[in-house]
């Protein structure tokens, strides 16, 4: 007995002496940014992917030749001008001199040229970019920093897309002589961070680039975690060993406010979300009805309580952010007697059941609708809660129609415009409309996308906006904030409500 | 023993099999990869999802699909993933020493926590000591892994930060993920040892070696723990399977770059290769760890090993 009780002493003891010194290495290299990622896209060729995960890293290694910053505004970038020219067919870039891709290889008109070649030929068809850029016809050289963009069709959001994702410009010379599965791996661009290592699941690692054309950035390194889970995001926060959190639980936020060594930071941001109605089924047939609906709800409440003020309530399915957003179209106010009366005009008996679709992993979506259903029980409406796996609703349920009375809609994207999300929505036989024809929709919609005048698109827009409401489509519910966790040792960040981050000024201490 | 072996080992390929089958069937009942790949992405028309789906070669039938699976698979070829392109086999190969570790790590440290106890509890039996020791393991037996592993990092990774509270800096970040796991596995194996430990002391030829004045610990770990270890070796086995699911749910909680992260993210994003080849191979672990069972019966028992 004691020689194997010594036996588990001296093994402990192993254990902590092993354990101690290595818990030192906890402390990470100065100069190093490290950022927690809820995803790794599994591949870095601008034309592979569209998540937001993506969009997170990529600024950093790629440049378009339009840019955007962190407040949304469009600046040159590997282009130092463009201007419109043949009555809007033809968009002509004058490129920026003497930059070069992180492997020595210049930058110029053919890297533009080969960039949209591949973007819109065979190579592109594999990803889920190309339909976003079918606006451009092709891209020819006019003399080493000079191209020609000439445009199929106008698209009023195309100088948007230009800044991000798919139209970052990547190098020739290094794709045709590596090829695309080495250069998603190894991904080569001509952004203030050069890339270094790549793990897999686990990490990413860049080094900054001293040639920057735009000025070397002021760290040394920038290393991306992946860690999908908000609880571990929060805990890595904690304890010192990230920066920046981009999905960081609610819940956690009033932790990390009262430590002194970090910071939330929290603006408007491009999800919005809304309970779509099922307009071709019973009750909901009736507009008055869907809008006693929407009265029923205390959307402030909601707010409040379950999101923690991290939230702003919506009158049009877009949030302040989004191009078309009409600050004149208020949400209907909380009022559950006139919904009460409304309801009863209509001939909706109490007691009437409806189904509520929503994705049943979001467990603070889940409490929302619980909200919800509570409220339209206060006016005699009984619903019955029907939460789905994400992707079962998304794939199945909703695009063939098979929802309930009512269903979970969020939508986000990165162009800020309402053209995307309302077509999405409204427009006849789109995935996201399974219910609803509307010619005068359909034609609100398609004049503003075919349109380069900006002034004009944004009274469409609102026009929509208003009909929308009024045909009261959906129960609008909020607009997200992006929301950040951050260590205040990293100043700087110039965080983007997009999620697109770009540490070019950024310096930790 | 080589019959009993070949025999043993074509059970293993059929079970793999069938496995791998319902896997590849059940996940493509669970919805579309085109549309997670699109995600976020503007405006996505459905030729782009048609294309998509071309392009992974989802437009083929399914009986093709798995077929060209099951071919891959032999020569240890598990496909690409869908997000991003990279070789399943190459993610699988950098996961698994990170799981097995944690599965032995957990493995070890369950048995170091819980024959001890169990024996002690089973000799003092009905005493304070054994009261403590069954209460304790009740506690333990009472704990969710996920909320246990979220306890143990606020207390050692933020409240006192000793160890990492996630991820992979070397041995240290396996400390915590092995406790969790230790703990819930030990809470089962402490009961299944007092349990057998209290039928062998009440055995004949324990008396026998007590009258001729053999030590205490002797006959406690000699004699006595070698006849409870074929229950233990047993339920071992079997748990394995139940230990793979409790580390999915760690690895992921302690973002740990093991098999359970890699299966549980396939699954969100509807990566098919990856979860038909991550579940083809923890499908073949839990069958491996069958087959020792099997072989450590013969090894601790030489009855069984004749017969």
């Given at each position: 007995m004691r020689t194997f009780q010594k036996t588990m002493i001296s093994a402990s003891l192993a254990i902590a002496a092993l354990a101690s010194p290595l818990a030192m290495t906890n402390a990470r290299a100065a100069g190093t940014l490290t950022v927690a990622l809820h995803q790794d896209p599994g591949n870095w060729d601008p034309i592979a992917t569209f998540l937001v995960a993506w969009g997170a890293v990529g600024g950093q290694v790629f440049d378009g030749l339009i840019m955007r910053t962190p407040d949304m505004k469009l600046v040159p970038g590997l282009a130092t001008k463009w201007e419109f020219l043949d009555k809007n067919s033809k968009i002509r870039f004058t490129l920026r001199p003497n930059v070069k891709f992180h492997n020595g290889e210049p930058f110029d008109a053919e890297a533009v040229k080969f960039t949209f070649d591949r973007l819109l030929g065979d190579e592109g068809k594999k990803g889920p970019q190309q339909s976003n850029y079918a606006a451009i016809d092709k891209v020819v050289v006019v003399n080493p920093l000079t191209v020609d963009m000439y445009l199929k069709s106008p698209d009023p959001v195309l100088l948007t897309k230009l800044a991000g994702y798919g139209a970052m410009i990547v190098p020739p010379k290094y794709i045709k002589e590596k090829g695309s599965e080495y250069f998603g791996m190894n991904p080569v661009g001509?952004?203030?961070?050069?890339?270094?290592?790549?793990?897999?699941?686990?990490?990413?690692?860049?080094?900054?680039?001293?040639?920057?054309?735009?000025?070397?950035?002021?760290?040394?390194?920038?290393?991306?975690?992946?860690?999908?889970?908000?609880?571990?995001?929060?805990?890595?926060?904690?304890?010192?060993?990230?920066?920046?959190?981009?999905?960081?639980?609610?819940?956690?936020?009033?932790?990390?406010?009262?430590?002194?060594?970090?910071?939330?930071?929290?603006?408007?941001?491009?999800?919005?979300?809304?309970?779509?109605?099922?307009?071709?089924?019973?009750?909901?047939?009736?507009?008055?009805?869907?809008?006693?609906?929407?009265?029923?709800?205390?959307?402030?409440?909601?707010?409040?309580?379950?999101?923690?003020?991290?939230?702003?309530?919506?009158?049009?399915?877009?949030?302040?952010?989004?191009?078309?957003?009409?600050?004149?179209?208020?949400?209907?106010?909380?009022?559950?007697?006139?919904?009460?009366?409304?309801?009863?005009?209509?001939?909706?008996?109490?007691?009437?059941?409806?189904?509520?679709?929503?994705?049943?992993?979001?467990?603070?979506?889940?409490?929302?609708?619980?909200?919800?259903?509570?409220?339209?029980?206060?006016?005699?409406?009984?619903?019955?809660?029907?939460?789905?796996?994400?992707?079962?609703?998304?794939?199945?349920?909703?695009?063939?129609?098979?929802?309930?009375?009512m269903w979970q809609n969020q939508w986000g994207g990165w162009t800020f415009d309402y053209d995307n999300t309302a077509y999405s929505m409204y427009y006849t036989k789109q995935r996201w409309n399974p219910f609803d024809d509307d010619a005068k929709l359909n034609a609100l919609l398609h004049t503003q996308r075919n349109s380069w005048d900006q002034a004009e698109r944004q009274k469409t827009l609102r026009e929509i906006g208003r009909y929308v409401a009024d045909q009261a489509l959906e129960m609008p519910l909020y607009s997200l904030n992006t929301v950040y966790g951050v260590n205040k040792r990293a100043r700087n960040l110039a965080l983007p409500a997009d999620g697109r981050f770009r540490f070019v000024e950024a310096t930790v201490e | 023993m080589t019959g009993f072996l070949i025999k043993r080992f074509l059970q293993a390929v059929f079970v793999v099999l069938v496995v791998t089958l319902f896997v590849s069937y059940a996940v493509r009942l669970s919805g579309d990869p085109a549309i997670m790949l699109a995600q976020g992405a503007g405006s996505v028309t459905e030729q782009d999802l048609q294309n998509i789906r071309t392009g992974l070669g989802l437009d083929r039938p399914f009986p093709v699909q798995y077929a060209e699976f099951v071919k891959g698979m032999l020569v240890g070829d598990f496909g690409r993933s869908f997000l991003g392109g990279t070789p399943v086999s190459r993610l699988i190969g950098d996961a698994l020493p990170a799981t097995l570790s944690l599965a032995g790590a957990s493995l070890l440290l369950s048995l170091l926590i819980s024959i001890p106890l169990g024996i002690q509890a089973a000799v003092h039996q009905g005493g304070p000591i054994d009261q403590a020791i069954r209460i304790g393991s009740l506690v333990g037996l009472s704990f969710p892994n996920f909320w246990l592993a979220i306890m143990l990092v606020l207390l050692l990774s933020i409240a006192f930060p000793v160890f990492p509270p996630s991820g992979w800096d070397g041995p240290i970040s396996l400390v915590l993920p092995t406790l969790t796991m230790a703990i819930i596995f030990s809470a089962t194996n402490i009961r299944l040892v007092r349990t057998a430990m209290l039928e062998t002391l009440s055995a004949q030829y324990i008396m026998v070696a007590r009258a001729k004045g053999l030590k205490n610990s002797v006959v406690l770990y000699q004699h006595a723990l070698r006849n409870c270890a074929i229950p233990l070796i047993t339920y071992i086995g079997l748990q394995f399977g139940k230990m793979i699911g409790g580390l999915v749910v760690v690895e992921k909680v302690f973002n740990w770059p093991g098999m359970g992260t890699l299966a549980f993210d396939a699954i969100s994003a509807r990566d098919y290769p990856v979860l038909q080849g991550s579940v083809t191979v923890l499908a073949l672990l839990v069958v491996l760890a069958n087959l020792l069972v099997d072989v450590a019966y013969g090894i601790v028992d030489p009855r069984i090993r004749n017969s």
């Open positions: 001509t952004g203030p961070f050069k890339f270094t290592e790549y793990k897999p699941k686990v990490s990413l690692s860049f080094a900054r680039n001293p040639d920057y054309w735009g000025g070397a950035p002021k760290v040394d390194s920038l290393v991306y975690r992946f860690i999908a889970e908000p609880a571990t995001q929060a805990a890595e926060l904690q304890a010192g060993r990230v920066d920046v959190a981009n999905q960081v639980p609610l819940a956690m936020l009033e932790t990390l406010k009262k430590d002194p060594k970090l910071a939330v930071v929290s603006m408007d941001g491009p999800v919005a979300l809304a309970l779509r109605y099922n307009t071709s089924r019973g009750i909901m047939k009736d507009r008055e009805v869907r809008k006693a609906l929407i009265m029923a709800v205390d959307r402030d409440a909601i707010i409040k309580t379950i999101l923690l003020g991290q939230a702003k309530p919506i009158a049009s399915f877009q949030g302040e952010l989004s191009f078309g957003y009409d600050p004149a179209l208020k949400p209907l106010p909380f009022n559950p007697a006139q919904a009460k009366a409304m309801l009863a005009k209509a001939g909706v008996k109490p007691g009437t059941q409806v189904q509520l679709d929503f994705r049943g992993p979001d467990s603070n979506f889940r409490e929302v609708s619980q909200a919800v259903a509570a409220y339209l029980q206060g006016v005699g409406i009984q619903v019955s809660l029907k939460p789905y796996e994400t992707n079962v609703l998304l794939n199945d349920i909703i695009p063939n129609g098979k929802t309930g009375e | -």
